[in-house]
């Protein structure tokens, strides 16, 4: 069975939670991604995504120059290990509903990359339409059973 570590994208470029907004969308542009991880020194606090910076702070007016990135960032994020089973870690992305997720060092809890849909569909080919599908169909609100 192949281990996240064959399979993710290490040297991840991560940001600190006081750099702006605008310096976010910047570093996304010229990665040419759409989530970049947000760290305090070397701990993982966050991720901000395109989707944050679009909904979090220009809808609501927010300045891009002067929102640090902290305002905006998810701070609930999933992550794995570099150990886990490719397998393991796609089931954790479908009950997440996330495409992407960092990738943890076992021994340090240091965040050494990121995996995403791209990098398993690409390097690792079990269940990826599945995961996929699931990830992609917007999930139900929960809602009381009225009676007739």
Do not use: Y
Not at 34 to 49: E, R, S
Request: charge should be negative; glycine fraction near 4%.
């Amino acid at each position: 069975m192949q281990q996240i570590a064959e399979i993710m994208t290490r040297d991840v470029t991560s940001i600190s939670p006081q750099e702006s907004v605008r310096r976010a969308a910047q570093m996304m542009d010229e990665l040419n991604v759409g989530a970049i991880p947000v760290c305090d020194g070397d701990k993982l606090i966050g991720m901000v995504t395109d989707r944050d910076i679009t909904i979090r702070a220009v809808a609501s007016g927010a300045s891009p120059d002067d929102t640090p990135v902290q305002q905006v960032m998810t701070s609930e994020v999933s992550w794995c290990f570099d150990d886990q089973q490719v397998d393991e870690v796609m089931e954790q992305m479908r009950d997440a509903q996330i495409r992407r997720i960092p990738v943890m060092d076992h021994n340090t809890h240091a965040m050494i990359g990121i995996v995403s849909l791209g990098d398993i569909a690409t390097k690792h080919s079990a269940e990826v339409g599945r995961t996929l599908e699931e990830i992609s169909s917007p999930s139900q609100p929960e809602r009381p059973q009225l009676n007739s």
